[in-house]
């Protein structure tokens, strides 16, 4: 929502975006950073900055340039900047509503909605499907909102394949419910679905278009002040530079200035530091401070209280491990300390969400697998004919609370496959069956484990289980392994739809970190979501092996 507004310390007329966690406020010419040097191609934009009082450093000078009229200038002066993926999905609603109702209600006759009401409905099971598949296929992950023509290309995959879902729900569901030829008559179903998909990628395509000129106007862009130059410092400056991270711009403080010690510079690019502003006031007019992040190394002598009048005002203040995990979706473990996990929020499991979470384990895998029947057979005459050997491949992993339990899946491999021991499957793995290789393309090895999950062994989301003699060896070489095993294992989880397969101990590592953030976060939202977009990894067949 824009609305013009005047401000008295700028003297140019002001936007006001109205987003996600703190009001923000821009130029209507430019976004009023200059002096910022350019961001490094495909990056963010990062800039170091120093505060100097007379040219001096803010050391002992930091109470008089945090006056306590400046807290309260700050308390007045709200930010908000606007969520980029819920902006998207948000401008896909009404861009797909808009074209898709538009276009139906203006052909109703023609399809045969005479109640307005079935014309409504109609709308409104497609717009579901459209949004819900356009989530499942990753519209709205970050490499796609920087990238117009990876986001394109995935709404077009989410609108063919939510026609060949949507035809029958119209044709045999709606159908018999309403009486409508264009539900009760397959050609009709097939016609209303595919004018609602030209109307909708044609919407798709005008509202990513208005995202881009967002975009680019730097509606989305955090300013995120990090206070540090050391090791830590530089991880997030490099994080940064990525091609998925252009909305956001740093600004750098040395620990200096607030009265710590000025970490040793081994790296041959180290931060850059720039004394351009006299004081906080300035700092905040010019860049606009959206987050705090405290990335020092050393921690000894430094006073933090002097944020708390940006801390009081609304200002979001992080820090560097708790900031990392927002940003990554993972807890990095080269940073991780035990009492970071003791003291930071998470790891709750109430009995409700215990509950919730067995029901839809039920329901969901015993939908799948009464749909999975002729796959089931299928596969089974494949596998059979291939070799002759076992149609189906039992092996032992470890669950919660480090139980072992028999896994099924469809045999893939040779059945003389581990003759020489256990060991990690390796990408073109010459042990894999012509059938296997395809199946495992297209995850359909795992399809099996639905039993387990029906016999409770496992669920549908969680780590995914290990064997035991590589958890054994695991436990020893990873800190911090043995808390996967606090839940069930999954058939899929939040590491399988952000990590391609791993058959290393470094992926087990890295995997790792990801299922601690799952942990931390655990929810039943949570799940329902890693479901949808587990149907990313199955249409665009990431890191099978």
């Avoid at 001096?56 to 606007?82: E, H, M, N």
């Avoid at 045999?172 to 419910?177: E, P, S, V």
């Avoid at 029906?454 to 669920?459: A, E, H, I, Q, V």
Wanted: some cysteine; overall charge positive; hydrophobic content about 45%.
């Amino acid at each position: 929502m824009l609305c013009p507004r005047q401000s008295s310390e700028l003297k140019t007329p002001q936007l006001w975006l109205w987003g996600q966690k703190t009001a923000f406020r821009r130029n209507t010419w430019g976004d009023g950073m200059a002096g910022l040097r350019s961001a490094p191609r495909g990056g963010a934009e990062v800039q170091a900055v120093g505060l100097d009082n007379e040219r001096g450093a803010w050391g002992g000078t930091f109470d008089k340039l945090i006056r306590p009229d400046f807290a309260a200038s700050l308390s007045s002066r709200p930010r908000f900047l606007p969520g980029s993926r819920l902006t998207l999905a948000v401008l896909d609603l009404v861009a797909l509503s808009s074209s898709v109702f538009g276009l139906i209600y203006a052909t109703r006759e023609r399809l045969g909605f005479h109640p307005d009401i079935e014309a409504i409905v109609a709308v409104s099971v497609i717009l579901a499907g459209f949004m819900a598949f356009a989530y499942a296929v990753g519209c709205y992950r970050y490499d796609a909102l920087v990238s117009f023509s990876v986001s394109i290309t995935r709404f077009a995959v989410a609108l063919g394949i939510s026609t060949v879902i949507l035809v029958p729900i119209n044709h045999y569901l709606l159908g018999a419910a309403f009486a409508a030829p264009a539900f009760r008559s397959i050609s009709r179903s097939v016609t209303l679905i595919l004018l609602a998909v030209g109307s909708a990628m044609f919407g798709g395509m005008i509202s990513r278009m208005a995202f881009a000129a967002m975009a680019r106007r730097h509606w989305f862009r955090r300013s995120i002040l990090v206070i540090g130059t050391g090791q830590r410092a530089r991880y997030l400056r490099d994080l940064f530079r990525r091609s998925d991270r252009r909305l956001a711009q740093l600004h750098f403080l040395p620990e200096a200035d607030f009265g710590g010690l000025q970490p040793p510079v081994f790296s041959s690019d180290p931060v850059r530091v720039v004394h351009n502003a006299r004081s906080a006031e300035e700092l905040e007019t010019r860049f606009h401070i959206d987050q705090v992040v405290i990335a020092v190394d050393e921690p000894q002598g430094l006073r933090l209280d002097r944020l708390l009048p940006w801390k009081a005002s609304g200002t979001p203040i992080f820090d560097f491990n708790t900031f990392l995990e927002r940003e990554t979706g993972r807890v990095e473990l080269q940073w991780t300390q035990s009492d970071w996990l003791l003291y930071s929020e998470g790891f709750r499991f109430g009995w409700l969400d215990t509950v919730l979470k067995r029901l839809l384990d039920i329901v969901v895998s015993g939908a799948m697998l009464f749909v999975a029947v002729p796959i089931f057979l299928a596969v089974a005459i494949a596998i059979k004919f291939e070799d002759f050997g076992p149609v189906f491949y039992r092996q032992a992993r470890v669950s919660s609370g480090g139980r072992t339990f028999d896994i099924l899946k469809f045999r893939t491999m040779r059945v003389d496959a581990e003759k020489f021991g256990a060991q990690w499957a390796a990408e073109n793995d010459p042990r894999i069956t012509k059938i296997g290789r395809r199946l495992r393309r297209w995850r359909i090895d795992e399809v099996p484990q639905l039993l387990n999950v029906l016999r409770g062994d496992m669920s549908l989301v969680g780590p995914r289980p290990e064997r035991p003699c590589f958890v054994e060896k695991l436990n020893e070489s990873i800190p911090f392994y043995h808390l996967r095993h606090s839940v069930k294992a999954g058939i899929t989880g939040w590491a399988q739809i952000n990590y391609p397969y791993g058959a290393s101990e470094e992926d087990a590592q890295r995997k790792l970190e990801y299922d601690l953030y799952y942990l931390k976060h655990f929810s039943v939202l949570r799940d329902v979501s890693i479901m949808l977009q587990t149907f990313r990894v199955l249409v665009f067949a990431h890191g099978s092996r």
